[in-house]
Nanobody
Framework: QVQLVESGGGLVQAGGSLRLSCSAS????????IAWYRQPPGKEREFLAA????????VFADSLKGRFTISRDNAKNTAFLQINRLQPEDTAVYYC??????????????WGQGTEVTVSS
């Protein structure tokens, strides 16, 4: 199966932007759809977005209001989550996950270790 490692998190001021990366190794990256989730402090993990195997389709959580972009580069075995106009409520640990299925309801059962994002006001 594929192994995932997130990077790109850090401390950023409100209004700034970040691009998170999800680097994959192991099995063929394009066999998997990739999703991004986040878990704010003291809250449950929530689905953010998913991208299909070739990157031709994506789906977002209704609550994101257009500030998030998901993409992937299969030649580099990497997926990305771009977050613009960061707000303090975006503070969370961000995870990427992989599935042989695709979509909001797919079972994403391979997870990275997470990358922490802290947004200061």
């Amino acid at each position: 199966q594929v192994q995932l490692v997130e990077s790109g998190g850090g401390l950023v001021q409100a209004g700034g932007s970040l691009r998170l990366s999800c680097s994959a190794s192991g099995r063929t990256f394009s066999d998997y759809s990739i999703a991004w989730y986040r878990q704010p402090p003291g809250k449950e993990r929530e689905f953010l977005a998913a991208i299909s195997y070739s990157g031709g389709k994506n789906v977002f959580a209704d609550s994101l209001k257009g500030r998030f972009t998901i993409s992937r580069d299969n030649a580099k075995n990497t997926a990305f989550l771009q977050i613009n106009r960061l707000q303090p409520e975006d503070t969370a640990v961000y995870y990427c996950a992989a599935s042989l299925d695709y979509g909001r309801a797919a079972l994403y059962d391979i997870w990275g270790q997470g990358t922490e994002v802290t947004v200061s006001s």
